[in-house]
C-alpha cells in the first residue's frame, strides 16, 4: 500500500509510522526491513527500486520517503515548460507507483503540494524521441483510484485539544481534571509531542491522584507568557521582526487577540512597578516578586528590560495600549490592530535609538 502524509503533524506522523513499523512483526526483523529515504537526495529512480525489493524474512517491506515530493515542487516552480527534466522524473514516479508490490508499505511524508500544479492535477508530457505526447495522471486521480491512500493525521484545534488530551490521559491511566486538561492546553498550546510530555511529568508528581489546576500552574510554564516576555524583550531590544515573529508564535496557539493585548499591558505594567522598586532601592529579585505578589521567573524575566525603558516611555505605550483595547471592543479588526501596535512600538524604539 501507498500513503501520502501531506502537511502532518509531527508527533502524529511519528506514532503512524511507529504503528506501521510494529506491524511488520519481530522487531528485529522489522528494523531490517524499514528504509528512510531523504527526498531532496533521492530520485523517482532511487525510490521505485527501493519499493520493488523483496522483504527479508518478513511478509512486508516498509519504505519512508521524506520530503520527494516537495523537492519537485521547488524543481517544478523553477522550471520554464514542461518538457524539462523534472516533469519526465515526476511521469516516471507517478506512472511507477501503480506497480509497487503489496509487500512494499510506500510511504510519502512531505509538508504540501500545490493543488493547481501538475504533481497533483495531471500534466501532458510532451513527445520526446520515439515517446509520443502523454496524458500523466497526478497524486490527485492516484488517490481517487485508490493508488494512493492520503492520511489526514492534523493536530486538534484549540476546541478539542483538551478532549485529546483527556483521552490521551485515558489511554496511559492517567487521571486529569477537565480544567486541568484545558488550562495545560492553554499553556502548551497545539504543540502534542510538548503536551504528552508535560502529561507525563504531571502523572508522575501527582503519584496516582487525578491531576489537578493546581498541579498544571505548580509543573508547566505557560508558552504564551514566555512568547510575550520574547515579544516584550525583542521590542525592548529594537528588534522588530523578532516581536513579529514572536506575535505570530502566539496566534499559532489560538490566543484570542483582546487576551494577548492583556497579557501584553500586564507585561508593561509589571515593568513600571519594578522600575519603581529599582528608584527605591529594592534589586533582590524574589523579595520584588514578593512585594508585588507575582511569580519569581515572570520578575526575573522583567528585570533586565526595565533598565531598558525609561518611566515616560512605559507611561506612552500603556496609553496606546488603551487606544488598542478600545479599538478592538468598538468594531476595528482586532488581528489587525495587534499587528499596527507591534509596528508602532518597534517604530517608537528605533527612533529611542537614533
Avoid at 492516484?142 to 485539544?161: E, F, H, Y
Avoid at 503536551?195 to 504531571?202: I, P, S
Avoid at 503519584?207 to 514566555?226: F, K, L, N, W
Avoid at 529594537?238 to 487576551?259: F, S, T, V, W
Amino acid at each position: 500500500m501507498i500513503h501520502l502524509l501531506l502537511g502532518a503533524d509531527e508527533y502524529l506522523t511519528a506514532e503512524w509510522l511507529a504503528a506501521q513499523k510494529a506491524a511488520l512483526g519481530d522487531p528485529e526483523m522489522a528494523g531490517l526491513n524499514t528504509v528512510e529515504l531523504a527526498g531532496g537526495q533521492s530520485n523517482a529512480m532511487q525510490v521505485l527500486g527501493e519499493a520493488a525489493m523483496m522483504p527479508f524474512l518478513c511478509e512486508r517491506r516498509l519504505l519512508i520517503v521524506r520530503g520527494l515530493f516537495d523537492a519537485y515542487e521547488k524543481r517544478m516552480a523553477a522550471s520554464k515548460s514542461d518538457a524539462a527534466a523534472v516533469y519526465g522524473e515526476m511521469a516516471q514516479l507517478l506512472e511507477g507507483l501503480r506497480s509497487v508490490p503489496e509487500s512494499c508499505i510506500l510511504v510519502f511524508v512531505d509538508n504540501s503540494v500545490d493543488k493547481r500544479r501538475g504533481l497533483w492535477k495531471g500534466y501532458v508530457l510532451p513527445s520526446s524521441g520515439a515517446h509520443p505526447e502523454r496524458r500523466i495522471a497526478g497524486l490527485e486521480a492516484l488517490i481517487q483510484a485508490g493508488v494512493v491512500k492520503q492520511q489526514t493525521l492534523t493536530a486538534p484545534d484549540a476546541k478539542t485539544l483538551p478532549a485529546w488530551l483527556q483521552a490521551r490521559a485515558r489511554a496511559q491511566n492517567i487521571a486529569i481534571d477537565g480544567a486541568a486538561a484545558a488550562l495545560l492546553c492553554n499553556f502548551v498550546g497545539a504543540n502534542l509531542r510538548q503536551l504528552d510530555n508535560e502529561l507525563e511529568k504531571l502523572a508522575l508528581y501527582a503519584d496516582g491522584r487525578p491531576i489537578t489546576v493546581q498541579d498544571v500552574r505548580t509543573m508547566v510554564a505557560d508558552v504564551s507568557e514566555e512568547l510575550v516576555w520574547n515579544m516584550t524583550d525583542a521590542l525592548g531590544q529594537r528588534q522588530g521582526a523578532k516581536a513579529m515573529h514572536a506575535l505570530r508564535e502566539l496566534r499559532r496557539n489560538d490566543q484570542n487577540p483582546i487576551y494577548l493585548l492583556t497579557m501584553i499591558a500586564r507585561q508593561y505594567r509589571m515593568l513600571i512597578e519594578i522600575k519603581s522598586l529599582f528608584a527605591t532601592g529594592q534589586t533582590n529579585p524574589y523579595e520584588i516578586a514578593k512585594q508585588l505578589g507575582y511569580g519569581a521567573y515572570p520578575v526575573q524575566k522583567a528585570l533586565p528590560l526595565a533598565h531598558q525603558y525609561t518611566f515616560e516611555e512605559l507611561e506612552d505605550i500603556l496609553d496606546r495600549l488603551l487606544e488598542v483595547d478600545m479599538a478592538m471592543k468598538t468594531g476595528a479588526d482586532q488581528d489587525t490592530e495587534l499587528d499596527l501596535l507591534i509596528a508602532d512600538l518597534s517604530a517608537r524604539r528605533q527612533s529611542v535609538r537614533s
